[in-house]
């Protein structure tokens, strides 16, 4: 168990990120907490939060004695101590800047789609998701956890009609999809024609 400090102060008073992370399965948890908790909530909130859906553990490392718990420090650079939560907290730290973008604000909701992509990919170690070791199979995914620019996206090909001014082209595109057929040349890309190949065999004819 480990806390990530450093995401901006937010309305809803979350500052910072408690990440759980099993030794086992490789399961992570993301809980969105503030600085300022002191033990008591810190324990309220690992109750809820964890202990709720898994059970109590027999051993927590980091942080001081929780729920009764054992307590095992972390010792710098030993991997299944420091390792484990740190290549974790790195993870999510890379997701939610990709996630999260420019709106700062709104880090905390972000949460738990950071969580799902994390404990429905393929873990390096184990070979396996943390959702596939802990439930015996990976959960369906939504088509896209995130919003992607439809630039990215592309359909066709469509034949040109015409041309209008420097910039824009008429599209032959179906009717039924009831949007303009003028695109701008920068929303187009040229398709050349599948290049068709012909293979010959020598065929000898002997009377």
Not at 40 to 57: D, N
Not at 175 to 193: C, K, R, Y
């Amino acid at each position: 168990m480990d806390f990530i400090l450093g995401p901006s102060r937010i309305a809803r008073r979350h500052d910072s990120i408690m990440v759980v992370v099993d030794r086992f399965s490789k399961m992570a948890h993301f809980v969105p907490c503030s600085k300022t908790f002191d033990t008591s909530k810190v324990t309220s909130l690992y109750f809820r939060e964890i202990v709720c859906l898994h059970g109590l553990p027999r051993s927590i490392r980091t942080l001081s004695s929780l729920l009764g718990t054992k307590l095992k420090f972390s010792t710098a650079y030993h991997p299944q101590t420091d390792g484990q939560t740190e290549v974790v907290n790195h993870s999510l730290e890379n997701l939610l800047r990709s996630l999260v973008g420019e709106s700062l604000t709104t880090w905390d909701l972000i949460i738990p789609c950071a969580e799902f992509a994390c404990n429905s990919s393929t873990n390096y170690t184990t070979s396996m998701s943390p959702f596939e070791i802990t439930h015996g199979l990976t959960p369906r995914k939504p088509l896209d956890l995130v919003p992607l620019d439809p630039h990215t996206h592309s359909t066709g090909p469509f034949r040109v009609l015409s041309r209008i001014g420097e910039n824009a082209y008429v599209v032959n595109i179906p009717p039924s999809w009831e949007i303009s057929s003028t695109f701008n040349m920068v929303d187009l890309v040229s398709q050349q024609a599948p290049l068709i190949s012909f293979h010959y065999h020598e065929l000898i004819i002997s009377k």
